[in-house]
Every structure is written in structure tokens, then in C-alpha cells.
Nanobody
Framework: QVQLVESGGGSVQAGGSLTLSCAVS????????MAWFRQAPGKEREGVAG???????IYTDSVKGRFTISKDNAKNTLYLQMNNLKPEDSAMYYC??????????????????WGQGTQVTVSS
């Protein structure tokens, strides 16, 4: 059974940093595309960052230069390093995995497996 479990969320002040982790079990995800998404109350789900099997990445414009997506294949874990956080980054953050290899994307239609989410709250 495929499971994605996020951790690392919390409350920080603007300008602070957090690192989110997504532990993957049930399959070896190294050849699959993965991504982070977020959803704030009353807003649509938004793709944040994506990574492919060889480490190519893609980011939504609002987080470029502040967030970094990465993965540790030995640990079957996906990460999102978030620096210089802003109040508008507050949301529930979800990791997702595709069921096949693909170029880095943050289009949710390409992702089959989803975690339960971890909350990030940034205060001004």
C-alpha cells in the first residue's frame, strides 16, 4: 500500500524557515515524479514545486528563490526547504507522487498518490 506522510509544518514568523519532509512507503519512488502542493482556506490548490527522477525541478513563480525541493532516494523521502517565509505562504502543504516518470510538473492531474498534509502558518 502506497503511503505518503508529511511532517515538519508549524508556525513561524515572517522571514523564518521551515523544512517539510514527505516519507514515502509502499513502493520505490525514485523513478517517479513528485511535487509539493498547498491549499489555503477558501483558495484553490496550488502547485508549489516539482521534481523528476533525475532531479530537474520546477517552481511556481511566487516561491522561486525562496523554496527548494529535493529528495533523498536512499531514505525514500521528499523535502521542501522554505526560506524567507511570508504570511501568504500559510496553507496546508501536501506532497504527491505520480505513478510513472515524467518531466517536472506542478499540474495536479499528473499525480496519483497524495499525503494527508501538514500545516504551515506564517505570522507577520
Amino acid at each position: 500500500q502506497v503511503q505518503l506522510v508529511e511532517s515538519g509544518g508549524g508556525s513561524v514568523q515572517a522571514g523564518g524557515s521551515l523544512t517539510l519532509s514527505c516519507a514515502v512507503s509502499g513502493y520505490t519512488y525514485t523513478t517517479y515524479g513528485m511535487a509539493w502542493f498547498r491549499q489555503a482556506p477558501g483558495k484553490e490548490r496550488e502547485g508549489v514545486a516539482g521534481i523528476d527522477d533525475v532531479g530537474n525541478t520546477i517552481y511556481t513563480d511566487s516561491v522561486k528563490g525562496r523554496f527548494t525541493i529535493s529528495k533523498d532516494n536512499a531514505k525514500n523521502t521528499l523535502y521542501l526547504q522554505m526560506n524567507n517565509l511570508k504570511p501568504e505562504d500559510s496553507a496546508m502543504y501536501y506532497c504527491a507522487s505520480s505513478a510513472h516518470n515524467l518531466r517536472p510538473t506542478i499540474d495536479p492531474d499528473y499525480f496519483r498518490y497524495w499525503g494527508q498534509g501538514t500545516q504551515v502558518t506564517v505570522s507577520s
